[in-house]
């Protein structure tokens, strides 16, 4: 087979695994991920369910692509955003990614429920997914990270029964880092999707009007309790 003819061959199944992907999106929309059926994505594509297998064996397997597709495009959209800000202060670095994400899933409200709503039943993720959803983790760990190589962080307060299990974590997660900061980061990470989460899900409706402003404040907040100082 000619180099011409297996890059035309090798387009084409990057245009139908593309389009599988998006009939998958739309039906994850309407129906939500539990229903996913490779039959349905395949009915409305006009393929034969055979078909259909050559490129994803199965329903997880699907569901994996997304998953991982999810993951980079919030990943990607965070370390943008991150970059445009990359000459401030520890604090604006971090809330300038927090605003990514919660952009992101006000945009993308299907895929976040998707990485962050109800497990979808039968479904486990495999570790190939991991490397996609550490990218925001990694991000705001970097900021804390260059904060504590100045002068001025401040290490959060640490109960000693907790210091075992947060000793145990920053080896794990961030040898380099005091396991107080690791222990917040963890813990911050956890509030960070818990409020975008509250927000798409219609948990701060009657609540909370003015939701930018209070995401920000709150985000601040986080960054305060990692032990960022505040920036200038």
């Known amino acids: 087979?000619?180099?011409?003819?297996?890059?035309?061959?090798?387009?084409?199944?990057?245009?139908?695994?593309?389009?599988?992907?998006?009939?998958?999106?739309?039906?994850?929309?309407?129906?939500?991920?539990?229903k996913l059926s490779l039959r349905a994505v395949a009915r409305e594509l006009g393929m034969v369910s055979s078909a259909l297998y050559r490129y994803f064996p199965s329903r997880d397997d699907l569901l994996t692509a997304l998953i991982i597709d999810a993951y980079?495009?919030?990943?990607?959209?965070?370390?943008?955003?991150?970059?445009?800000?990359?000459d401030a202060g520890p604090v604006r670095?971090?809330?300038?990614?927090?605003e990514a994400v919660r952009g992101w899933a006000l945009g993308h409200p299907h895929e976040y429920a998707l990485i962050y709503g109800s497990p979808v039943p039968g479904y486990t993720a495999p570790d190939t997914t991991v490397a996609a959803a550490s990218r925001v983790g990694l991000l705001l760990m970097g900021i804390a990270r260059d904060a504590h190589q100045d002068p001025g962080p401040v290490r959060p307060p640490l109960p000693a029964e907790l210091r075992p299990e947060a000793e145990r974590m920053a080896a794990d997660?961030?040898?380099?880092?005091?396991?107080?900061?690791?222990t917040a980061l963890v813990a911050a990470w956890a509030q960070l999707y818990g409020l975008v989460g509250f927000e798409l899900f219609g948990q701060f409706n009657r609540v909370v009007e003015d939701r930018e402003t209070f995401f920000r404040h709150a985000v601040t907040r986080l960054a305060h309790g990692v032990g960022l100082v505040r920036d200038g």
């Open 173 to 182: 997660l961030a040898p380099d880092l005091p396991p107080e900061t690791v």
């Open 72 to 86: 980079d495009s919030l990943g990607a959209g965070a370390e943008a955003a991150h970059r445009e800000v990359a």
């Open 93 to 98: 670095r971090w809330t300038a990614v927090c």
């Open 1 to 34: 087979m000619s180099n011409t003819a297996r890059g035309a061959r090798a387009r084409a199944r990057m245009e139908v695994t593309a389009a599988i992907k998006d009939e998958a999106r739309r039906q994850l929309a309407a129906d939500g991920a539990a």
